[in-house]
């Protein structure tokens, strides 16, 4: 039997770090039940948590750094050990960033009274997806430079861990937004799609602010010129 099932990859939250928790959890489990004379015979179980965490941290444009399994089955298994332990801990310290950031703004939201735009779960949900996919896409991509394509997978991760149904203010939605829009125009036509991933966040956000101003859901979202045309602002530039 696998040490990770296939209900078990279906368990795993959406949350990133959730579900690397999970894993890790799991792993700590099946590697404290072993006696050390017992690991050996476990080899393909150590060498199959390894290529779980590299599969789920590479699909979500993670780093997960260590050495390729060299020498025997013993030393191989602790290097295994040694890397998914360092992973265990540093899941461990962004949970509790994550867990702190929310405490914060939650006690900020309400000692200072301010508005809140709301979300629904679903909203919540198809921005998580959608995000997921961006960073999947972004990661694959061969047409974006290692620099800008590790600062945009951070920027969608922090963004990832921030979800919250009431917020205070949506700046960062469109910051990510021209983040990805640039980007975009950088990359060509390979990367239209992230416009339209970016388009859907955005309408998301934007219903967020009609039922805040209390406008209709119908309202397009666009930017009012103030009774001047387009063409005219044109005209007016020639």
Partial sequence: MPLYTDDFLESLPDQTWLGLKQICDHFLTFDNSLEDFQRADNYDSYLEALALVESYTEARG?????????????????????????????????????TLEEAKERFKDHLNGAFLYEFSDGDLKRIQDILDLLRCEISASTSVEESHKQRILEKLEKLQSELHKKESNLDKYFGIAGEILALVRKSGDAALPWAKCVKEILSIVWQAQLRFYELPSSLPMDIPLLGHSADTDTETEK
């Fill in 62 to 98: 993670l780093n997960f750094n260590r050495k390729p399994p060299i020498g025997t089955a013993d030393k191989t298994i602790d290097l295994i050990r040694s890397s998914i332990f360092g992973l265990c801990r540093t899941v461990e310290t962004k949970l509790a960033e994550i």
